[in-house]
Structure formats: C-alpha cells, structure tokens
C-alpha cells in the first residue's frame, strides 16, 4: 500500500466509510504505533476526538478490555494521524522542495528549510540555515518572509536567491520586488531590491551593500529582445536606453556631448557585462557601477 493510499484509509476511517479488512488493517496499525508523533491543531483534533467518541459509543461492550482499546486506538490516531496527512515542517535535503502554497525551493548543499503547521493558514513563515533559491508564490494577502540568521527577507510573489556565508548573507533578485532588512536594528532603513540587484548584508559590521548581480539577465518579459542589440549608427543614449529597458538597470550618460556617439555592433547573446565594454569600446568610453547605477563616462566623439 502506497503512502497514499494508506492517507485516503485513515480518512476513511474517521469517515465511518472504510471496510471490515481496512479496519482490522487499521487496528493492527494502532497497537504498534507510540505517542510520540506530532500534535495537531485544537480544532483538528477536537474533530478528530469527536469521531473517536462516536466509534467507542458504538464500539463499547461491558468488557473492559475491549473498551480500554477504543480509547486506546483514538488517543493514538489523535497524535499519530497528524503525521501522516499533514507535511513535515522540516526539510533538510539538496533538490527541490514545493511547499503548500505552490513555492518552489531550491536547497543547496546542507541546507535546510522549516515551517510550522499553520504555514500558508495564517502566515508564510519560514526559516533558513544555508543557502537557497526561491521562486514565491504569488498572495498579496500573506507576504513571504524567510528568516536567515540576522536577515529577514519579505516578498509578495518573486523569484531570488539566498546565499548564506560565514561573514555574509546575499539576496540576489531575478524578478519581482525583495525587502531585506535586520528587525533587531530599529534605525536601519530596510532595503528594496529590483531584478538584477543584490544586497550584501555584513555580519560583522551589521550593514547593507546594495549593488548589481554579477551575471544580469534580461527580465523575463524581454527574454526575445536579444534582436534589439544589433545596433547601426545608432545613439549612445538609444543604446543605454535599451540596456535599461531589457535588464532593468538603471543607465545615467555622464557627459551630455556623449549622447549622440554612434555606435554600430551585433552584441547578440552575450552576457550584459561584455556587450557593455564592446560598447564603451566602440565610442572610447569607461563606465562605473556606483551601488545599482551604471554610469558611461567618455569625453564626448567627434562626429565629423
């Protein structure tokens, strides 16, 4: 008998719909089961305790033993049941993980992942020790907040990774919206993150560094835009705006006489970072990243 199976029998049974063999099936699980399993919630098992009362009325016999072993069995499906019809609030595993309300997790090397019960009833709480890439289930009417170590991070719906080190957390962003803060440090701002970003949090110093991934990846709604960087005699300042509108990046041109350098490339599938230097290099420019900002610095181009 599969697990599931066994689950849909044990339901059954609550549900005084099972057959005479499920139920000796049953009643020889019960003998061998201990207490020691996990509780439920008080609602679950008044529920639960209310069908064991209606099986033991009808049950009951003058002979004593008989009774005491009713009352045996529904204290033992009381505690036991639990574990088998409701997940384990704790994960520790390498692979991919789907919590209830349809989040994916992907756990790395000696990670591990807990939850309590009311997961995804009243909250979406969860903590973490190691690293591990989320992709969040939408609900706007429960926020996803993962606690790692000092770190809090709160989303609505989104996709980023966690990255736990020993003097450092990171939390890289591929889509959506990230708060990240530390709920012990009152005056500290909490910090907002876009795709493509990444905030390093400093263990020892207990501070933020916000700044750029160092692979960008066009946001998922521009993954066919890759023909948009075929550039003819085209201006910087097209140029940059393209770059913002495919990776979500902010692009600032320093100097105004730049804004009009042309530039002619097919910069097609390659990674951000190189068709950035392939453009700079194309109009004799450099360019700086001060926190989540791409700067192009140059002296302007004679266009003569």
Not at 4 to 32: F, H, M, R, V
Not at 50 to 58: A, F, S, V
Not at 205 to 225: A, D, G, H, I, R
Not at 290 to 295: A, G, I, K, N, S
């Amino acid at each position: 008998m599969t697990q599931k199976e066994w689950n849909d029998t044990l339901k059954k049974y609550l549900e005084g719909s099972c057959t005479p063999e499920e139920e000796e099936q049953i009643q020889a699980w019960y003998s061998k089961q201990s207490t020691d399993a996990l509780s439920l919630p008080a609602e679950e098992k008044k529920a639960i305790e209310k069908r064991m009362w209606k099986n033991i009325r009808h049950e009951m016999t003058p002979k004593g033993s008989v009774f005491r072993w009713i009352w045996a069995a529904a204290a033992s499906v009381v505690l036991v049941l639990g574990y088998f019809l409701w997940p384990s609030p704790s994960y520790r595993q390498e692979g991919v993980l789907v919590l209830p309300d349809g989040t994916e997790v992907h756990l790395g090397e000696n990670a591990s992942l807990n939850y309590d019960k009311d997961f995804n009833l009243t909250h979406r709480n969860v903590s973490l020790q190691g690293s591990a890439f989320f992709d969040v289930k939408p609900d706007k009417s429960k926020p996803f907040i993962i606690t790692s170590g000092e770190l809090v991070t709160e989303v609505v719906g989104t996709s980023f990774e966690i990255a736990q080190k020993h003097d450092q957390i990171e939390v890289r962003v591929v889509t959506g919206a990230v708060t990240v803060y530390n709920p012990r440090l009152k005056n500290q701002n909490k910090v907002v993150l876009s795709p493509n970003q990444k905030a390093v949090y400093h263990l020892l110093y207990k501070n933020f560094n916000q700044t750029l991934v160092e692979t960008p990846v066009p946001l998922p709604s521009k993954e066919s835009v890759e023909k948009k960087f075929v550039f003819e005699n085209t201006p910087l300042k097209k140029v940059a705006e393209t770059f913002k509108a495919v990776y979500g990046i902010e692009f600032e041109i320093d100097d105004p006489n730049m804004e009009n350098c042309l530039v002619s490339a097919d910069l097609e599938n390659l990674p951000m970072f190189t068709k950035l230097e392939l453009v700079c290099k194309s109009v004799e420019a450099s360019y700086t990243i001060r926190e989540t900002t791409v700067y192009l610095n140059g002296e302007g181009c004679n266009l003569n």
